[in-house]
């Protein structure tokens, strides 16, 4: 039984960035929002209570058993979490008179005590904070305080319940992998043991005795989740695996042949599938980003549905689903709510009789590829760029037609190719040009022209959760406008994207 830590996510942006930060530490870790805690059995080895938007003195503040589980399991309160256990349970939570935000340092650290172990005194920490512990019950302890935060960390006398004000899980706070893996390895006695092959051989192990002598049809998209997961069923089950790659109209330019052929080499059972005007047609019209989704989604399962009936006696319908996927489409009350909806996390429709299987659904998306590598698979694949699910529907603002996917595909073709030819694309997470509904005045010869924008969009990030534009060159972007403006016919200007996610997302629909 693979042993995992439970963080409880009260809404916090940070909550995600926790969970890398165990993983990190090669220890398997599942969020579930506060008020679904899952039953906890003998795999549970602690439980980490996230930060919030909310303060503990609101009426609707977030609530948590925490009376339940503190005396069988180690518990770290980090923000919210460390406010929660001290209001509700003999202390008090005032406003603080000045927010506590930024760094500071550790200037009492209760010798000896599990938590600090190999924290230096004077140890830089992340406060970010607007209430302050003001005081705790007679059997709490402070463990741990800066100049103006008495109560930066306490424990629970005679339990292993610990809480800290500060955030661990960013960098800012320098000994905050420290004091993670004192709590994770030290306090809960976790053993570290959740590589890539472990979860290769684990998961293989899991798809055997789950699908037996079933049949399963996957999508394949040619990017890293689908390929991983096609792998990892194929190894599983063999020639019960049956792969179709759908031409939806919305891919890259070329990308249908080349994607074909590049798993020409793996052994793969693939079928290509030739369905753009069946997308075209449910698209046309629409331009709420939600609806082109709901639509691309819908005839994403009736082509799958069409090629299963094809499949004598199958059963299951693979996905590469990955957890950042499963994360923003479920709702957190509160401020962490669903973000956008993905075309493949929102279960099939009664009339498609076939069960999912989602074997990549607990990783993000570094650990898809560190597996994938595990698993042999051409570096080229696994180097690819993240690419939307509903493609390049969601990168054209406004209505979608055959001659804006032509016009996109050749801005964004130039773009990709100008990145690899100057040797940055491996050092971008992901780009790709956006087909703006703004018209603009130009000049081409002696010609006043009125065409369209199109928008440039690269960004560096770990796993999708957050993510930061990138510093091309100028004279790489200047290269790219002009060979855009230069070749596509209908676009007269070219802009470049410098949003973050947060507060921008990394698609813009």
Not at 14 to 41: G, M, S, W
Not at 198 to 225: Q, R, Y
Not at 328 to 353: Q, Y
Request: net charge negative.
């Amino acid at each position: 039984m693979q042993e995992k830590i439970l963080i409880l996510d009260f809404g916090s942006q940070f909550t995600q960035l926790i969970a890398r930060r165990v993983r990190e530490l090669n220890i398997y870790c599942e969020i579930h929002p506060f008020n679904k805690v899952p039953e906890v059995d003998e795999s549970v080895k602690g439980i980490i209570l996230s930060g919030s938007p909310y303060s503990v003195r609101q009426e609707d503040a977030p609530h948590f058993d925490f009376v339940k589980h503190h005396t069988t399991l180690p518990i770290l309160g980090v923000c919210y979490g460390a406010q929660y256990i001290a209001h509700f349970h003999g202390g008090e939570v005032l406003a603080s008179s000045t927010r506590e935000y930024g760094r500071a340092n550790l200037d009492y650290i209760k010798a000896d005590n599990p938590l600090f172990k190999d924290v230096p005194k004077g140890s830089q920490v992340w406060m970010s904070h607007a209430d302050t512990i003001a005081r705790i019950a007679d059997d709490f302890e402070i463990i741990a305080s800066t100049d103006s935060v008495e109560v930066a960390a306490y424990q629970v006398t005679g339990t292993q319940t610990y809480a800290i004000q500060f955030h661990p899980e960013v960098t800012h706070s320098i000994d905050g992998k420290q004091l993670l893996q004192n709590f994770l390895v030290d306090i809960c006695g976790c053993s570290q043991d959740w590589t890539p092959d472990s979860f290769i051989e684990t998961t293989i192990a899991e798809l055997k005795a789950k699908l037996g002598n079933d049949k399963v049809v996957l999508g394949l998209s040619g990017g890293v989740d689908s390929s991983v997961a096609a792998v990892l069923l194929h190894q599983a089950i063999g020639a019960n695996l049956h792969c179709i790659f759908v031409d939806n109209g919305l891919l890259r330019k070329d990308e249908y042949q080349s994607v074909l052929d590049s798993y020409q080499h793996m052994g793969l059972n693939i079928k290509g599938i030739d369905a753009k005007q069946r997308f075209y047609d449910a698209l046309a019209g629409l331009t709420d980003p939600e609806k082109k989704r709901k639509a691309i989604g819908r005839v994403f399962i009736e082509v799958f549905d069409d090629a299963a009936h094809e499949v004598q006696g199958v059963s299951w319908l693979g996905q590469g689903t990955i957890y950042p996927d499963v994360i923003e489409s479920i709702s957190v009350k509160g401020p962490s709510a669903t973000i956008k909806s993905h075309h493949n996390v929102g279960g099939l429709p009664d009339f498609m009789k076939l069960k999912v299987v989602e074997p990549l659904n607990t990783l993000f998306k570094d650990e898809v590829r560190r597996v994938g590598k595990a698993l042999g698979i051409d570096p080229n694949i696994l180097g690819r760029h993240p690419f939307p699910g509903p493609g390049l529907a969601i990168r054209i603002l406004g209505d979608i037609t055959p001659e804006k996917v032509d016009i996109l595909q050749q801005a964004d073709a130039i773009y990709i190719n100008n990145l690899r030819s100057a040797g940055v694309y491996d050092s971008v997470w992901q780009a790709g040009a956006i087909y703006l509904p703004v018209q603009s005045v130009g000049v081409m010869g002696d010609e006043r022209t009125y065409e369209n924008v199109i928008c440039l969009r690269a960004v560096e990030s770990l796993d999708g959760m957050t993510a930061d534009w990138c510093h091309l060159p100028y004279n790489l972007l200047a290269k790219i406008s002009n060979e855009i403006i230069n070749n596509v016919k209908g676009i007269n200007r070219v802009v470049y994207d410098i949003s973050s996610k947060p507060p921008a997302t990394i698609e813009w629909e």
